[in-house]
């Protein structure tokens, strides 16, 4: 690929870094509770945020960040407490009684927002696309930006199929449970999302 090095190496790192469970993959199966189309749509906002923020690095802003911390320190805060805010939201969902919208299939709309500034209200995947993505760019390439995205790209397609799994398998589940899978859902990824939060705010 014209400007892109090592490309086994980092399809390898990426599906790595990607299979890590964070406050992503614990939002977008809780929304598996109210319908896959609402989870489908929020993995949407999770790339759409994922995008913006690989051209912010690519177009530098992870340098930035690095040289105005008290910055990164801001952005990281108010991220936590969105997680957190999510979270309890998701708590609370789970201990409510199934709607009619939910045992009918679920409203879709309302979940591509909030996971989209999941995303960007955390400033650490600027940095890390930032460090990341150069080591597999050529010296000699004279279109960073360009480079960027398409590193970018297979990136978030590596993204989109382990989200795919994760959303069959979890309505699978809650299809063949004995007893409503979606209330567990819902408080496992809220209590997962206040566990992360507290670990940004207090780590």
């Known amino acids: 690929m014209n400007g892109v090095q090592h490309l086994g190496a980092f399809l390898l ?4 870094v990607i299979v890590v469970p964070g406050p992503a993959t614990l939002y977008v199966l809780g929304q598996v509770r109210t319908a896959v ?3 489908m749509l929020a993995v949407g906002g999770l790339v759409a945020g994922d995008l913006l923020l690989i051209t912010a690095a690519g177009l530098g802003l992870a340098s930035l960040l690095r ?4 910055v990164s320190v801001a952005l990281r805060m108010v991220g936590a407490l969105y997680v957190a805010w ?3 939201t998701m708590l609370r969902s789970a201990a409510a009684p199934a709607t009619m919208e939910e045992k009918s299939g679920g409203k879709v709309s309302g979940a591509f927002g909030p996971a989209l500034l999941l995303t960007l209200l955390n400033p650490k995947p600027i940095l890390f696309f930032g460090a990341f993505f ?5 010296v000699d390439n004279t279109d960073w930006l360009g480079g960027f995205m398409r590193l970018g790209l ?12 994760l ?8 299809r063949r449970a004995r007893m409503p899978a979606g209330p567990w859902l819902n408080r496992l990824g809220g209590l997962g999302l206040l566990g992360c939060a507290a670990l940004v705010m207090f780590g």
């Open 154 to 165: 297979l990136f978030e397609l590596i993204n989109i199929g382990w989200f795919a799994l």
């Open 86 to 88: 999510l979270g309890l």
């Open 67 to 70: 040289q105005w911390p008290a």
């Open 167 to 174: 959303i069959a398998g979890a309505a699978l589940l809650r």
């Open 37 to 39: 189309p609402r989870a």
């Open 134 to 138: 150069p080591l597999f760019l050529t």
């Open 13 to 16: 790192a990426a599906l790595l």
